[in-house]
């Protein structure tokens, strides 16, 4: 979005105050609601005795033992007894006197934090993975807050690849300026060579670090020798305030060498066709990036799988991880088999490392059995004279079936009664030996004839039946109505997780979250009621919420110019309205909710969106490193907090998630 439409929303929502209702007629009708509930829930207390719910709700506390517990022991409490000293692991306590160490109990004793473990622990508030000062980490792993305006930190400084190959920096952006600023950052790049940053302008809040990563490609034909490369980043709306920092490519010839590769089990026991799985670490031991080839041995008859063939680009000492399917032949006799995994340097081929995997099969096919009488088979020349026991003569035809004669007073075959035999329908025998209904089916079928005094259990309702429906009627709209209450804040609660608003922060997130909340049917007044109770000052609420309605207002007035106000069968006419508005920097949320106020079909506006924006869903996943499934969650986190920031639906990501092969317990983690 251009500096001069956000600078004229500022000035507009200076001049437009919206009166915002903190509670929703509808939100006091659902806490009246709860009220009852709790009220019911003290009458069942006083019913059942508060002894008796306070024991069911007791938490159990340090040094509890409940297997002593005797309610009937005189003057005893009447859970457990309490003893004067010891506890157990998981109790909360670091207790050295019965022996508990981190080592075997480290749920309750904490190891001590390691400086340059690349690990944030307890008392550090970063860890770079060394322990040198002057990289915005100290050596105690204490963030280092920079003098200077604005700093920024190329890392690593210098790095060696053959011709041709990429590298990767991280450029680490400090914001010294005194308030939340917006910021650039460009490299200058070498005529020949190819240059790619993760982004170019950021937002970092006063006293912040943004990080972003740099990516320099050599040409193919170039002497050998260090090339010298300059990020600088400079305050947008002032570009006075800018630092810069020098970093170093040199091109050589580079070291090639074997990986080292590591398996989870190295040996699995599992019957005949069962499929087992197998994660694999592969580590690069080339003193520049590596490239490497997968492949796996396999036995005839069996399926054995790679989650990847290949992988490029894995920077030097840093590992890849790829996964190995093994399925046994459904006949494959009991033993140990041996599966193979090798990882050759695409490089030198020469350089190639093997782990294997021992496949046990405890249940295999067992060997053709020898004939002989007892068996229970009659063959091998057996017979009923020889092998009584195996040859058993088959057993006589079945008698031929009763013909039911209807008329005959016996219910039989496919009758349903027949004259004075008639226990289904008492006296309601027709001539054609059916019963209009049926006594004892659950329904009273009155139109057939059937009555209570006939069928009293199928038509015979209690006394209080009217009341007994009523109540279970007032318990389920209270139970619907406090589910749909809990699902609507949930997803508040998701969303301002998602975009960082759960508590006051930046400003500047309160916008995106606001356009996200309103895409997915949210009304202004129960947005602005929970990001009031989220601590956000009214003020800030009422410009978030008064801006994102101002760009609706916007797009409504567009809507009509492009003649998408109001539905039609022309889908392209959508597509070129949603590109106009994107283009002037509407993100594709907004685009997305006005379009659907128009009351156009979520089939029709989901395609349009989509097509807009998942190759740039696609491309940022390849940014960040979340194009191929891997360990690394707290990247994949990032990324979709980026994503949902930007204006991107979940169901979009979720998407790209799917196809890039990353498993559904993954994205339900950074994603539910």
């Not at 059916?434 to 005094?453: H, L, M, N, W």
């Not at 194009?627 to 994503?643: G, H, R």
Request: aromatic share 6%; glycine share 8%; with cysteine.
């Amino acid at each position: 979005m251009s500096a001069t439409r956000k600078k004229s929303r500022r000035s507009k929502a200076k001049t437009k105050k919206r009166p915002v209702a903190a509670v929703s007629p509808f939100e006091k009708r659902l806490v009246l609601i709860l009220a009852l509930v709790i009220l019911l829930s003290t009458v069942v207390i006083l019913i059942l005795g508060v002894p008796q719910v306070a024991r069911f709700f007791a938490p159990t506390v340090a040094g509890e033992v409940p297997t002593t517990c005797d309610a009937n022991t005189t003057g005893q409490p009447p859970c457990c007894a309490y003893p004067v000293s010891g506890g157990f692991c998981g109790d909360g306590l670091c207790e050295a006197a019965i022996g508990e160490t981190s080592t075997n109990c480290p749920a309750d004793c904490k190891p001590a934090a390691v400086c340059g473990n690349g690990i944030i622990e307890i008392g550090e508030t970063c860890d770079d993975s060394n322990t040198a000062n002057g990289d915005g980490c100290s050596s105690t792993c204490q963030t280092e807050v920079p003098t200077t305006p604005v700093a920024i930190i190329v890392l690593p400084a210098t790095q060696g690849a053959d011709k041709g190959d990429s590298l990767l920096y991280t450029a680490s952006v400090f914001n010294n300026r005194g308030s939340d600023r917006t910021f650039g950052i460009n490299v200058s790049c070498i005529t020949g060579w190819t240059c790619n940053l993760s982004r170019t302008q950021f937002d970092i809040q006063d006293k912040g670090t943004e990080n972003i990563t740099i990516s320099v490609i050599s040409p193919a034909t170039i002497p050998l020798e260090t090339y010298a490369f300059t990020a600088t980043a400079r305050d947008v709306q002032a570009p006075t305030f800018n630092a810069s920092s020098t970093f170093n490519y040199t091109v050589k010839v580079c070291t090639k060498a074997a990986p080292v590769l590591a398996i989870d089990k190295t040996n699995v026991s599992a019957k005949a066709g069962d499929k087992e799985s197998f994660t694999v670490t592969v580590t690069n031991k080339d003193d520049c990036p590596g490239y490497f080839n997968y492949t796996s041995t396999c036995l005839t008859g069996w399926n054995c799988t790679l989650s990847k063939k290949s992988v490029a680009n894995v920077q030097v000492g840093k590992n890849d991880t790829l996964n190995l399917g093994v399925a046994s032949d459904s006949g494959a006799s009991s033993g140990n088999y041996t599966i193979n995994i090798t990882a050759t340097n695409i490089k030198d081929t020469t350089k190639s490392a093997l782990t294997s995997v021992i496949y046990r099969v405890v249940v295999g096919k067992p060997p053709p059995p020898t004939a002989f009488c007892g068996d229970g088979f009659c063959n091998n020349n057996e017979n009923t004279t020889s092998c009584p026991s195996d040859c058993v003569p088959p057993p006589p035809p079945p008698p031929p079936p009763t013909i039911a004669e209807c008329g005959d007073n016996i219910a039989e075959g496919a009758e349903d009664c027949d004259g004075t035999d008639s226990l289904s329908c008492p006296g309601f025998c027709t001539s054609t030996c059916t019963c209009p209904f049926f006594v004892g089916d659950g329904f009273c079928d009155e139109a057939a004839g059937e009555s209570a005094a006939i069928s009293p259990q199928d038509c015979a309702r209690p006394a209080n039946f009217g009341l007994v429906l009523i109540i279970v009627l007032i318990i389920l709209g209270i139970v619907g109505g406090l589910g749909y209450y809990v699902y609507r804040k949930g997803g508040l609660s998701f969303l301002s997780r998602l975009h960082g608003v759960s508590e006051p922060k930046k400003t500047s997130d309160l916008e995106p979250a606001v356009n996200t909340m309103l895409s997915q049917g949210y009304n202004p007044n129960e947005i602005s009621s929970h990001l009031s109770d989220a601590g956000w000052s009214q003020s800030a609420v009422d410009r978030a919420v008064g801006s994102a309605t101002d760009d609706q207002e916007q797009l409504g007035v567009l809507a009509q110019q492009f003649e998408v106000d109001v539905p039609t069968a022309e889908a392209k006419k959508a597509e070129k309205y949603a590109r106009a508005c994107i283009k002037k920097g509407f993100k594709p949320s907004q685009v997305r909710a006005a379009l659907k106020s128009a009351g156009w079909p979520s089939s029709t506006t989901d395609d349009v969106i989509d097509k807009l924006t998942s190759e740039h869903v696609e491309s940022e996943a390849k940014k960040a490193g979340v194009s191929k499934p891997s360990e690394n969650l707290d990247q994949l986190e990032s990324y979709v907090s980026k994503e949902l920031k930007e204006g991107h639906t979940p169901q979009q990501i979720k998407k790209v998630l799917q196809d890039a092969g990353w498993s559904d317990s993954a994205i339900r983690q950074v994603l539910p």
